[in-house]
């Protein structure tokens, strides 16, 4: 008889945590109700990246000396670049110029440590293909400079993704010079 009523009192605290948990998995699902939505619809709305964000880099192929630097800070030795030696003037000519952007890590090291500042990032991220064989980027693709987010017609650029202010169910509603709230 002592070993059913210990099983029923074990079964009763047993209902009672798992009462506890439910209520506390309940008690953040409400939470999360009571804040407004920040989902972006992605073709048509689209965040604008941060000052510092590493996507695509631009070449510019008149600046290039053909030093190699980006080669060799390259952690996998990643930009191509073809020049032959002209021996009248002891300089290199730089032929092409190359960089497969589905191997590349966007370190920004070839960035960096530039001399003549040929390369820079751009703001573009959107990269998709079908094809692998489409991300290999030569000189006239990487000096082609990419529509800014700010600039595109068709999108309505969000400044921040944050929780919108208490009565604004909408991030284009926000009135000039407005601060969005800040989550928790």
Known sequence: MLKFLKQ???????TAQAAKYIGQGLAVTFDHMQRRPITVQYPY??????ERFRGRI???FDKCISCEV????????????????DKATKKKKLNSYSIDFG??????????????????????????TFE???????????????????DDPMVTALRTLAYLPKDVMEPH????????????
């Open 103 to 128: 191997v590349c890590i966007f370190c920004g090291n070839c960035v960096e440590y530039c001399p003549t500042n040929c390369l820079s990032m751009t703001e573009e991220y959107e990269l998709a």
């Open 45 to 50: 709305e689209k965040l604008i990246p941060s």
């Open 173 to 184: 509603d926000l009135p000039a010079g407005s601060q969005r709230a800040k989550s928790n």
């Open 70 to 85: 980006c080669v060799r800070v390259c952690p996998i030795n990643l930009p191509v670049v073809d020049y032959e030696y």
């Open 58 to 60: 631009h070449f510019e």
């Open 8 to 14: 029923v009192v074990d079964y009763g605290k047993e």
């Open 132 to 150: 692998r064989h489409e991300l290999n980027f030569d000189n006239v693709a990487l000096g082609r400079l990419p529509t800014k987010v700010t």
